[in-house]
C-alpha cells in the first residue's frame, strides 16, 4: 500500500505542474489572428451591392498565412462598397464577424 500511495504522489506531482500550465502559445496565437483585424491589397474583380460582396484578387496575406488568390468577401455594411468598381486597385482590413467568416470592415481605393 505504501508503494502504491507512494506512486501515486509521484505521478500527481509531475502532472499537476503540466495541467496548470497556460494554453500553448500556437493556440494562443491562432486565437490572436483571429480576433485581430488583417490588412491586404488587391484588385477588384467584381461587385455585388444586393448581396453585400466584392471578389477580390488579392496579394498574399501574410499575417493570415494566405497566398495570393482570387475570392469573394462579404463587407460589414453596403456603405464601404460606395465608389468601389470593378478595376480598382484597394486596401482592405479583414476581421472574423460574428459568423466566425472572414469580412472586409473597410476598404479604400489605393
Do not use: C
Not at 477588384?44 to 498565412?65: R, Y
Not at 472574423?96 to 489605393?110: A, G, L, N, T
Amino acid at each position: 500500500m505504501k508503494k502504491l500511495t507512494w506512486i501515486m504522489a509521484l505521478l500527481y506531482s509531475v502532472a499537476m505542474p503540466v495541467l496548470a500550465e497556460p494554453p500553448m502559445a500556437g493556440m494562443e496565437m491562432h486565437q490572436k489572428a483571429a480576433q485581430a483585424s488583417h490588412q491586404g491589397t488587391g484588385k477588384v474583380v467584381s461587385v455585388d451591392k444586393t448581396k453585400l460582396t466584392v471578389k477580390l484578387a488579392h496579394e498574399p496575406i501574410k499575417s493570415l498565412n494566405w497566398p495570393g488568390m482570387t475570392m469573394d468577401f462579404k463587407v460589414a455594411n453596403a456603405v464601404l462598397l460606395e465608389g468601389i468598381k470593378v478595376g480598382d486597385v484597394v486596401a482592405f482590413e479583414l476581421k472574423k464577424s460574428e459568423s466566425k467568416k472572414w469580412e472586409i470592415v473597410k476598404i479604400e481605393r489605393k
